[in-house]
């Protein structure tokens, strides 16, 4: 078996495929492009798809990423400064947008940039030119800005936390990867061409492939860390189990997991708490019935219709939200006349 490339694009889903397009239709022209997704989602892969199929192909690609960095030091690595120009700067030092001149600045985890260095980023977007720290003499810098979030910019602008004017600057194209819970057919997919990849790393004569048990946990999974928790879980998976035994049958989703695992100093209540305590969550109310059969019927509905609202009508999606089988959701669904 021949290894292959690390940066491949795998998948056939719709949604998968649509942003792939829409990304390299976006990649020939001079404009800025946002990539939003999940964590583990690829907007990495997507960066590096825009850079190779542009103009700029034979340009350096610069990758920075954002929230690497503490605030006190990201316009320096942005920007650049002179020698004295702050403690520890003994001498000059070109920041990433010189260094990627001629090529694509790639800037992850684009919303923790600093107000600052929104401010700084903005003109250097605007005017094609940036300055040094310590400097007072601007340099023409011909980049072209690829950036990358997981947070819901517009939101953060109705916030005052990011600037509207360099949203509207970055946003020519906004290329939104789906989760891989969205990506239908993907899941086994990846998870051949990660194990398959194991395998050969760890010289197995042949790949023997996905057991039963380990394709409904695969499948019924929701995937929250995406690809990369995928890929990790698969190899894990290959790494630990014997290719003589047959195809591969276990999979630990969580590497935690252990009857020693130590427990967490924090308060359970704290552990639990919603993102927003300052909104308590609305109590459910209370069941007004006293036809016991008569409230399940109604609650049952109500789960199937919320589901296949969020999962845009699609039943497939829909049946792995509710952790049903396809024909368990088509069955539920018929007896409620949601479908004829």
Request: hydrophobic content about 40%; overall charge negative.
């Amino acid at each position: 078996m021949a290894m292959e490339r690390e940066n491949q694009f795998i998948g056939e889903s719709g949604a998968f495929l649509d942003a792939v397009e829409q990304a390299g239709r976006a990649a020939p022209l001079e404009r800025p492009v946002l990539v939003i997704g999940e964590r583990g989602t690829g907007k990495e892969l997507i960066a590096e798809r825009l850079h190779r199929l542009s103009q700029r192909w034979d340009g350096p690609l610069i990758t920075l990423n954002c929230a690497a960095l503490p605030e006190t030091l990201i316009e320096a690595e942005l920007f650049g400064h002179e020698a004295g120009a702050f403690t520890g700067a003994t001498k000059a030092r070109a920041g990433a947008f010189e260094e990627s001149d001629g090529g694509t600045l790639f800037l992850d985890e684009l919303a923790t940039l600093s107000a600052a260095a929104q401010e700084r980023l903005l003109r250097a977007v605007e005017y094609g030119e940036v300055t040094r720290i310590g400097s007072n003499h601007p340099q023409k810098v011909d980049v072209r800005i690829v950036a990358a979030t997981n947070e819901n910019l517009p939101a953060l602008v109705d916030r005052g936390t990011f600037r509207a004017d360099l949203l509207d600057r970055l946003s020519f194209e906004v290329v939104t990867l789906p989760p891989l819970r969205a990506r239908e057919g993907d899941i086994l997919i990846l998870a051949d061409y990660f194990g398959r990849r194991m395998a050969v790393e760890l010289d197995w004569p042949e790949w023997p492939g996905f057991g039963e048990e380990a394709t409904a946990v695969m499948e019924s999974h929701r995937w929250p860390g995406n690809v990369r928790e995928l890929r990790n879980a698969v190899e894990r998976a290959v790494y630990r189990w014997d290719p003589a035994r047959g195809p591969v049958d276990l999979i630990q989703l969580d590497p935690f997991e252990s009857p020693w695992r130590p427990r967490s100093t924090k308060p359970k209540a704290a552990q639990e708490a919603p993102a927003n305590a300052a909104e308590p969550a609305a109590a459910e109310p209370e069941p007004e019935t006293d036809d016991f059969k008569a409230a399940v019927e109604n609650y049952e509905r109500r789960l199937l219709e919320t589901a296949l609202e969020k999962a845009r009508y699609n039943q497939r999606l829909t049946a792995k939200s509710l952790n049903l089988s396809y024909d368990q959701l088509r069955h539920a669904l018929k007896r409620h006349d949601l479908i004829g």
